[in-house]
Structure formats: C-alpha cells, structure tokens
C-alpha cells in the first residue's frame, strides 16, 4: 500500500453542496435562501434582532450576577443532624462529612457541608464540616458539643 492509494472508507465522506449552481441542481437561482430581503444578502448578522422593535435583552431588566469563585455548599440544619442521630445513623461522638454521605443524610457534598441553625441542636455531638453559621456552633457548644470547620470560619450572617 502506497500513500496515494490511501483513500476514505465508502461512505464515510461527502461533496460539499455547491449551491447557486443552476437550477438543475436543485439549489440553483436564490440557492436556498428564498427571496430578496436582508437575510437573502451575504455578510448577514441579526442576532436578537426583532425588526425594529425592542429586543427581549433590552426589554428585561438588569439583574445581578454569578461571581466566579462562588463556592456552592450543601446545607445541613441541626433538625436534620438530630433525627439523624436519634435514628442511629450517625454516631455522636464522630461526625464527619463522610459519614454524613455514608449515612444518607446529605446527599452530594459540593464544596462541603455547612451547618445551619435551624431546629434544635442534638446533645454532645461532636461534628466535622467545612462551614457553619455562628448561630448553629453557638447552639452545639450549648447543648455540650463541639463544632471543627475545615474550611474558613463561621460566617457573619446566623442562618
């Protein structure tokens, strides 16, 4: 075998279309585009353009935005955590994201769990998360437990 005996498999290349190319051919004449008009021209480009009246973009409001680095948390509310435990699920003494996901109770972990204030707070629980609100360690440390974050501090806001 030579390299100019090289060729596609059958079937698995085709002409390209060459329209404009007479009317026998089937796209001859307007070549597909139908009749007069700017999208008949070439060099044509109308994204969003509504003919003349206000675009939708420009008819909606301006609203916030998505920054880049946002980190996006899985939510985890002391209520949840106490049922958890009072079923058994969880052991007390060691609560850690993973055994949060072994358990069923959260079920994806995103960027980590954060723990949130609402409900009561189980009794002596010692817990392992990447966030949690000041209202929820405030309610674990009362309750006679204890609250490690992994990553960054407690935030401002008691959810």
Known sequence: MKLNELSPAEGSTKARLRVGRGVGSGKGKTGGRGVKGQKSRSGVAINGFEGGQMPIYMRLP???????????HAWLNLSLLGK???AGKLDPKAVTEESLLAAGVVRRRKDG??????????KKVNITVTGASKAAIEAIEKAGGSVTLTGGSAEKSDD
């Open 62 to 72: 301006k609203r916030g935005f998505t920054p880049r680095n946002s980190k996006s």
């Open 84 to 86: 958890a435990i009072e």
């Open 113 to 122: 769990i954060r723990l949130l204030a609402k409900g009561d707070a189980p």
